[in-house]
């Protein structure tokens, strides 16, 4: 593993990537490091990516990952859950690294609608800014309308507004009122 020492969960998401990519599991970074490609820079103490997994996928995952040398913990949600499985990665140092098995609603082509970011001589998948900005809508916090705000602002090049509205709807109602008010900010 890349890691020596805690504050290093990118470095752990990179050996997860190369885990991923050689599984032939499709994902995309969300969250505070998709965050500062879309807007602002904000301290995180762990990386979290949507993954295209079932949970029976992330079962085997999880024992993927342990034989490389992760701690891994499989966590289900309930039946209304808006998250129906998470794969948490950890290393000694306690770096962290949230893989979401994932989200309701969530548009299934989120995934081909990935930014491909170098970082570190890898490229990662980060979800795309319409894509990021209704996941953010969806999760609803303050500091999810903060991040959502801050990557309308710090757009480079236009919003696609219709795609936008379109996949923030598909997470229902709450969402896109929420969305609405952050195009109003």
Same mark, same amino acid.
């Given at each position: 593993?890349?890691?020596?020492?805690?504050?290093?969960?990118?470095l752990l998401f990179l050996d997860?990537?190369?885990?991923?990519?050689?599984?032939?599991?499709?994902?995309?970074?969300?969250?505070?490091?998709a965050l500062s490609v879309h807007?602002?820079?904000?301290?995180?103490?762990?990386? *979290?990516?949507?993954?295209?997994?079932?949970?029976?996928?992330?079962?085997?995952?999880?024992?993927?990952?342990e034989k490389a040398g992760?701690?891994?913990?499989?966590?289900?949600?309930?039946? %209304? *859950?808006?998250?129906?499985?998470?794969?948490? /990665?950890? %290393?000694i140092h306690d770096n962290q690294v949230e893989l /979401?098995?994932?989200l309701r609603g969530m548009d299934p082509e989120v995934f081909s609608r990935t930014v491909e970011v170098p970082f570190l001589g890898m490229n990662l998948r980060i979800a795309g800014r319409?894509?990021?900005i209704a996941m953010k809508c969806f999760a609803g916090g303050p500091q999810d309308i903060l991040d959502a705000v801050s990557a309308c602002?710090?757009?480079?090049?236009?919003?696609?507004?219709?795609?936008?509205?379109?996949v923030t709807r598909r997470f229902g109602r709450e969402a896109a009122d929420k969305l609405e008010q952050v195009l109003a900010e």
């Open positions: 593993m890349r890691t020596s020492q805690p504050g290093q969960s990118a997860a990537v190369e885990i991923l990519q050689r599984e032939k599991v499709d994902y995309a970074v969300i969250g505070a490091f807007g602002a820079i904000r301290g995180t103490m762990d990386v *979290d990516a949507v993954v295209h997994a079932s949970t029976r996928q992330l079962a085997n995952l999880r024992t993927i990952f992760f701690h891994a913990e499989l966590r289900r949600g309930d039946p %209304d *859950d808006p998250v129906t499985a998470m794969l948490v /990665l950890r %290393d /979401l098995g994932g319409e894509d990021f602002r710090s757009a480079q090049g236009p919003v696609d507004l219709d795609l936008l509205r379109a």
